[in-house]
């Protein structure tokens, strides 16, 4: 088991923890849809270090990410990030990550923990052709996330860098609480918010000077799956895997066929036919569909329910499914099977369920 | 993690309090500590006859579905409604106002399978 270097200071903070891929954890430190509504309302702060650095440089570090994502790395400018997708030659899903153009010739990829040796496995051996080097920084670097409205007015506080230029899916180095940080405007939450990354020794400073600011609440797991799933984000494990391609998921949008070259899973992502749809679904009352439940139309069933929860923020139930391609449209009435005991009716909605400032 | 003394507990992390032939039921503070926030409680039916070990109700949290067993045989005789109005009774206080149901028994002999709060403290433990 890989503990994070902030364990001791979770453990202080009372925290419960969960295995997560390998890694102990914080699930929550106390109620959850506290933690949820403080990202949602002042400012949330997460230890993500679990997360998989892993830095991919050289004159080849372009093509070679080319070549292994199925991304247009090459429109990524320098101080810029990109979501995109680890695609095996059957078009399967081996991971969603983030691109970080961190300098020139050099990229730092964050992949899921979960894919951390999938990945590292797989960019090393595409990058094998390319005049690059695929380093795994994940066991020396720490991740901390401070995310919510009052996150940039927090940062400002304890950095000169300017904010105002720093724009979504922006990175720059900079000195945060006089520590080296690379500093991100990204996030996994539907909020304006920043991603820290830092060498291990660092991070309990971080965490202190940031957990500090009484409009701060340190927030677990938990939230961060309620976060996500409010804003529409695909989750890998539920919503992504190798059996399902980008379209599946209703992100064809981020696999670029003009791109130039050929890339681990072209031609079958090209000749793939969608056989499913990922849809959002908006309950009544308070009974949430859960990952697994069966989705029906007309009491047939027709999908799959992969994420789901009572929405924090909403008030109602909501989920992500997949069902046949002809159900997928918005509006359409379906139901979910609870546990084969009852059933609760759910409409096909727009994604996402939350978007801020609405 | 709060045990009170005077309760009789299961090992499905239900606590028991026996008044003559009447079982009030609830869930213990370690159950809904590690539930997490509770959003949906399902009581039984007044008037339903339950057997020992029978699922009875659902209580589910933001990231689980828990089904409530009964702890013992009998009767409902009362649901605390209250809990599926406000679930998050169950967290604040699990050994009071997040009660669930009550029951009037139906075998008093069965009380003698319960653990005490030692032995329960003991079962959480191993946990």
Known sequence: MSTSPLQDVHAELGANFTDFAGWQMPLRYGSELAEHKAVRESAGLFDLSHMAEIAVTG????????????????????????????????????????????????????????????????LTERAGGFEAEVTDRTYETALIALQGP??????????????????????????????????????????????LYLPNAQAPELWRVLAAHEEV???????????????????????????????????????????????????????????????????????????????????????????????????????????????AEEGTELAVDIRGRSTEPVTVVALPFYRRGE | MTIPNELRYSKEHEWIAVDGDVATVGITAFAAEALGDVVFVQLPAVGENVGKGDAIGEVESTKSVSDVYSPLSGEITEVNGATETNPETVNEAPYESGWLFKLRLSDTGELDALLDAGAYAELIKEA
Do not use: W
């Not at chain 1, 030659?89 to 691109?99: C, I, S, T, Y």
């Not at chain 1, 153009?101 to 894919?115: D, I, K, Q």
């Open chain 1, 217 to 327: 609440l340190p927030c677990g797991l938990a939230s961060r799956d309620t976060l996500r799933l409010e804003a529409g984000m695909p989750l890998y494990g539920n919503e992504l895997g190798t059996g399902t391609t980008p379209a599946d998921a209703g992100l064809g949008r981020v696999v670029r066929f003009d791109k130039e070259g050929d890339f681990v899973g072209r031609q079958a992502l090209a000749d793939a036919e969608q056989t499913r749809k990922l849809v959002a679904l908006r309950g009544t009352g308070r009974r949430a569909p859960r990952t697994g439940y069966p989705v029906l139309a007309n009491g047939a069933p027709i999908g799959e329910i992969t994420s789901g929860a009572l929405s924090p923020t909403l008030g109602y139930p909501i989920a992500l499914a997949y069902v046949e391609p002809g159900n």
């Open chain 1, 150 to 195: 009052e996150s940039t007015a927090i940062i400002a506080e304890h950095s000169d860098t300017e904010l105002d230029t720093l724009k979504y899916y922006a990175a720059r180095p900079a000195i945060v609480a006089g520590l080296e940080v690379l500093l991100a405007r990204t996030g996994y939450t539907g909020e304006d918010g920043f991603e």
């Open chain 1, 59 to 122: 004159p080849g570090a372009l093509a070679a990410l080319n070549y292994a994502f199925v991304g247009n790395i090459g429109t990524v400018k320098p101080g810029r990030a990109r979501y995109t997708m680890l695609c095996d030659a059957n078009g399967g899903v081996l991971d969603d990550l983030v691109v970080y153009h961190t300098g020139e010739n050099e990229y730092l990829v964050v992949a899921n923990a979960a894919n951390h040796d999938v990945v590292l496995a797989e």
